[in-house]
């Protein structure tokens, strides 16, 4: 039997209000920078099932105040002039935002990555981007990358034939902006420990592989190091075992796709490759405290 698709929370779900613009399913444009109301008070008007998988890209501009943001199982803390870069398949759990924060939001669907990609940067761009990932801009940069949002906007807003084309000119010119920045932190990266560098690996490989592998020696396979290894690495490193970081990951998809309410616990079973619903359901209780389809029913967990 073929499995059930996973619903995409696509761009085009997001919060609408006045500030919005959306350009051929291409980009969408939004900010709160001459809002007078709290963003905290926008994002309670709406309502939003967590967790969450988010099945397109988002580029967060922060100007003022903070954001504190959970994705796949991490914690992201976004300041003044950071840039937080969200990658299509993203699980999101919560997201908080200081009093006065200003942002600025940048949404591309997955089916316009081909476009993107046919930019010998944006490629590299994308190569770079395999989990969320922060930069820092100095306020000079920062002032440089919001006038071309600006200019985004306006082109957007007019009745230019070239809409498109000049747009797609802009997103080139701030993934140079993007690039540059990435690879600076990629230069940090390379000097990082070896056993930092693995546990950073371990968890790229459990993103990818958490549905269908919950095995701690296929992971040390994966990264030709000993289980035992890679399970001292894992604990020093984050103060949890792999084992733990496995099993989450799969409960954060169960409980997103339960929450949906489009599947069954069978189907949400046969998802994640459990042999059975019955195992499925022992192993989601021991972890969460109750059943999936108490879960699915219940609101407050």
């Not at 000119?169 to 693995?198: C, F, H, P």
């Amino acid at each position: 039997m073929k499995e059930p698709k996973l619903i995409e929370f696509h761009f085009d779900m997001l919060p609408s209000d006045v500030r919005r613009l959306v350009l051929d399913d291409l980009v969408l444009l939004d900010d709160n920078l001459t809002s007078t109301q709290d963003v905290t008070m926008e994002v309670e008007q709406h309502s939003f099932v967590l967790p969450m998988k988010m099945m397109f890209a988002i580029v967060i501009l922060c100007r003022q105040g903070s954001i504190d943001i959970r994705l796949n199982l991490e914690d992201y803390h976004v300041g003044k002039n950071d840039v937080l870069v969200v990658v299509p398949g993203t699980i999101g759990e919560g997201i908080q935002f200081s009093e006065g924060t200003k942002l600025c939001i940048m949404a591309f669907p997955e089916k316009a990555f081909p476009l993107l990609m046919k930019m010998e940067h944006s490629l590299r761009f994308r190569e770079h981007m395999t989990r969320p990932f922060i930069f820092h801009f100095s306020e000079r940069d920062m002032t440089d990358f919001m006038q071309v949002y600006k200019l985004m906007r306006s082109v957007v807003l007019s009745d230019n034939p070239y809409k498109k084309e000049l747009i797609m000119s802009y997103m080139e010119a701030l993934s140079y902006y993007a690039v540059n920045q990435i690879e600076k932190e990629g230069d940090k990266e390379m000097k990082r420990q070896r056993g930092d560098t693995l546990f950073h690996e371990f968890v790229d490989a459990v993103r990818k592989h958490y549905s269908t592998e919950r095995q701690l020696n296929f992971y040390a396979d994966k990264l030709c190091i000993s289980p035992k290894y890679l399970s001292r690495v894992v604990l020093q490193h984050s103060g949890r075992h792999p084992s733990d970081w496995i099993r989450d990951y799969v409960i954060l998809e169960a409980k997103a796709l339960l929450k949906q309410n489009n599947y069954s616990v069978q189907q949400v079973s046969d998802i994640l490759h459990f042999p059975n619903a019955s195992f499925f359901g022992k192993y989601f209780k021991a972890v969460v405290g109750c059943s999936p389809r108490a879960f699915q029913l219940n609101t407050i967990f």
